[in-house]
């Protein structure tokens, strides 16, 4: 009755009214209604809150970046340093090795032919050097110096041929005593047919003079004057042959004494020449040696580190593996663990040791499981290709570098060391261990920004590039 009163008084009609009116006048007579005008007053309210918002309100700025869990100590390749034949495996995957324990056994035959090959060569020179001393010192009863661990067979052999050697030296030697002998002895006889003829002289002279007296004055005859002045003058005549012969003689002497010292000198020279030479090659086979063990003892592949082992390439006895491959990787048992991540070159300017980060691992649906926190621990100061394997101390095999979170083809990145706030995962009430290998997603916050800008960015970058195309 209140409304019918007040709709008589203020000329409106009432709805009961309005609705025997008809349609097109219903349209017109009726009022419009408060909640139109209200839905756009609420809308115009919450569009400028929202533009408010916008540009109060600050995001976070995340740089997004791929990589998987690597061990802190890196992990350990076990690789061949040169072709081989597999001779024996020791261990499977996943079990666990402590440092020198054998992996895997390559065929060492032709490696110790070498080594023993070089070993006899350094015997034989060790046993010139010892012949050698031993002609030097004179000393044919017994090799100086020689090893030890001689066959009797080559110390008999050496000192026969050490015998030999100085029989050869004391024949000569004793050729040239013989000829100084004979030849003092043929100065001693010219030496007493010299004192003979001098005793003989005055004499002969004496003979020759009362020949003379007498032939002088006719007592005696002239013919055996002269035939004494004759004698006397083939005696003078044979001190002078005699003397030069004795010069001959002595200087002969001299000869054969200062060629057997030079014959005594070049042996020894020649003794002291072949002592450097096996001493030389005695010391450049050792070297030679100690290689060939090398190479040999690397033929028994072992672990460097207590560690699991993982990866086994190899599971025939007698394949062929080639150097440098990769033949078992060798996880470090004992390390913590960090996150290796990929950051590209958009985010890197952003990027730097100490800012916090959140990590994704990607078999923990994070939604479920949550995540991981960590820090920035270091950044490469240069990028690398994702396109190629980076170092092999840091990537096991090429295979590695193919992982879910790591694409190809996408440009250089930059290596992001980041560490990890704990090493298990709570998964339906266990405790699981995160394990190297595992690819995760790192999200770094690297600034804030308003939503405003953010909203605005992609129309400030069309507006920069637009109109400016060729």
Known sequence: MKSAREALATGRKTRDELAFLPAALEIVETPPSPTARLTAVLLAALFCCAVAWAGLGKIDIVASAPGKIVPGDRVKLVQPLEIGVVRAIHVRDGQTVKAGEILIELDPTSNQAELQHLKNDLLASLLDIARTRSALDSNISALDGAPDDTPPALIQMHLEYLRSQDSEQRAKLSELDRQRVQKVAETKTIDASIAKIEALLPVLQERVNVRKY??????????????????????????????????????????????????????????????????????????????????TNLQKLAAPIDGVVQQLAVHTVGGVVTPAQTLAVVVPSDSLIEIEAMVSNRDIGFVHPGQDAEIKVDTFNFTRYGLLHGKIVSVSPDSVSRDRPRDSAREPNAAATEESSEPKGQGPVYI???????????????????????????????????????????????????????
Do not use: C, F, W
């Open 214 to 295: 007498l032939a002088d004055r006719e007592y005696g005859s002239k013919l055996q004057y002269l035939q004494e002045l004759q004698e006397l003058v083939g005696m003078q005549q044979d001190i002078l042959v005699q003397r030069s012969k004795l010069q001959e003689a002595n200087a002969a002497v001299a000869a054969l004494v200062e060629t057997r010292a030079k014959l005594i000198s070049e042996y020894r020279h020649r003794l002291y020449d072949d002592l450097a030479k096996a001493t030389q090659k005695a010391g450049s086979l050792k070297d030679e040696v100690s290689k060939a063990e090398h190479k």
């Open 416 to 470: 992001a060391h980041v560490s990890i706030d704990r090493t298990k995962m709570v998964v339906d009430d266990k405790e699981i261990s995160l394990s190297p290998g595992m690819t995760v997603t790192v999200e770094i916050r690297t600034g804030a920004r308003s939503i405003m800008s953010y909203l605005l960015s992609p129309i400030v970058r069309y507006r920069q590039d637009a109109l400016r195309e060729r």
